[in-house]
Nanobody, 123 residues
Framework: QVQLVESGGGLVQAGGSLRLSCAASGRTFSNYDMGWFRQTPGKEREFVAAISKSGYRKYHADSVKGRFTIARDNAKNTVTLQRNSLKPEDTAVYYC????????????????WGQGTQVTVSS
């Protein structure tokens, strides 16, 4: 199986930028489709972005489209989420996730999860 560790969270002002990274270890990283999700207290974990094994196909939630960009580097076993024009409503714990069989936007389809990284956007 694969182990995932997120990094790059922190406090940022509205309008600013922040890049999240997820480092994978264990099985071959390029065997996994990857996703980013986020969660705020009292709410369900929601889809943010996903990317296919090769990096060719990318998907972003409507709420972040045009502001966030998912990317991966299979040589470095990392997936990133570049986030620009941040808004206070982007405040959440962000999770990296992996699955074996195809890109999916549903959190229930991901078998492997990181521990999450907190991002706080101040107004």
């Amino acid at each position: 199986q694969v182990q995932l560790v997120e990094s790059g969270g922190g406090l940022v002002q509205a309008g600013g930028s922040l890049r999240l990274s997820c480092a994978a270890s264990g099985r071959t990283f390029s065997n996994y489709d990857m996703g980013w999700f986020r969660q705020t207290p009292g709410k369900e974990r929601e889809f943010v972005a996903a990317i296919s094994k090769s990096g060719y196909r990318k998907y972003h939630a409507d709420s972040v489209k045009g502001r966030f960009t998912i990317a991966r580097d299979n040589a470095k076993n990392t997936v990133t989420l570049q986030r620009n024009s941040l808004k206070p409503e982007d405040t959440a714990v962000y999770y990296c996730a992996a699955r074996d069989y195809g890109v999916d936007l549903r959190r229930g389809q991901y078998a492997y999860w990181g521990q999450g990284t907190q991002v706080t956007v101040s107004s």
